[in-house]
């Protein structure tokens, strides 16, 4: 196993609309940040089960954020989503239980789209230094380079000079996929990960 000390996992809602805009703030900040962003979408292994994926991510990443702020119900199953609390526990429990020193040095950062929204559905998490974003993308690109700002050994630049280059890229994308041949709105996570490094480094070097 070898283990990253600049690879993040990412734990938060992939679903369409401000979730999808949530967690593509997360990947360009991280990315800008110097990280690696890691998490389930990055590979597709039909032989593979999802679970032991994300174990395999997670025991090789120093550092993890979670999203926990989708506590809807599905309109299907009136139940609520529950895959970002049991990833969160298992970073956590990697980092509690491992006799690794690679794996008790893992440090998190936890979202929430309130403050104490999180009491009303798990109540164990009171008392945790919990960020809140509001479900504004602004919010979350200045509260995720902040907690990676602590952990590097190079000046970041602050979250407002991140967010505008956020807009910016948002705004080039169009073009950039059309030159690529791609949809913009049909992006692979493997595409939207290289289309935003290269932006990245073609633009601020």
Known sequence: ??????????????????????FNSIIFTIIDCGFKPRCAKEKVDSGEDRISKIQNIIEHCQFGIHDISMTTLDPSTKLPRFNMPLELGLFLGAKRYSTLKSQKAKQCLIMDKAYHNYDKSISDLSGNDIV?????????????RNWLAHFSKNLIPGGEDIYKRYQDFQIEIPTICQKKCLNPSKLSYNDFLIIT????????G
């Open 197 to 204: 490094e290269r932006w990245l480094k073609q633009s601020y």
């Open 1 to 22: 196993m070898k283990f990253h000390n600049k690879y993040v996992f990412v734990n938060c809602p992939f679903e369409d609309g401000d979730y999808s805009e949530l």
């Open 132 to 144: 809140v974003h509001y479900m504004k993308v602004s919010n979350v690109i200045y509260e995720v």
